[in-house]
């Protein structure tokens, strides 16, 4: 129900946009939260930006470089990365949840998940 793409190779500085299409449920208008995560070789899983109808919120580690957005005509969230950097290579995850909760920086509280997509910063 969720396909990412976008992910590629970027030389640090550089910028990516990634897309998470939306099938199988409501997008809009929808009350629950959608959000990024992203997993580090070696790391778990962590936050990066979701939105919800109160706002946009991001991890501190890409905030200002880093937009999250969605249109709900085209069933589609965004991630817009700038100033790309090294640690921010990974496997980026679009995520949803199923009943809302207010914790968006939880995966545990996510329903629905994509396959992910590599994003790779060289320095």
């Known amino acids: 129900q969720l396909v990412e793409s976008g992910g590629g190779l970027v030389q640090a500085g550089g910028s990516l946009r990634l897309s998470c299409g939306v099938s199988g449920r409501t997008f809009s208008p929808s009350p629950y939260p959608m959000a990024w995560f992203r997993q580090a070789p070696g790391n778990e899983r962590e936050f990066a930006a979701a939105i919800t109808l109160s706002g946009r919120f991001y991890a501190d580690s890409v905030k200002g470089r880093f937009t999250i957005s969605r249109d709900n005509a085209k069933n589609t969230l965004y991630l817009h990365m700038n100033s790309l950097k090294p640690e921010d290579t990974g496997v980026y995850y679009c995520?949803?949840?199923?009943?809302?909760?207010?914790?968006?920086?939880?995966?545990?509280?996510?329903?629905?998940w994509g396959q992910g997509t590599q994003v790779t910063v060289s320095s």
């Open positions: 995520a949803a949840q199923a009943t809302y909760s207010s914790a968006y920086w939880d995966g545990s509280r996510y329903a629905y």
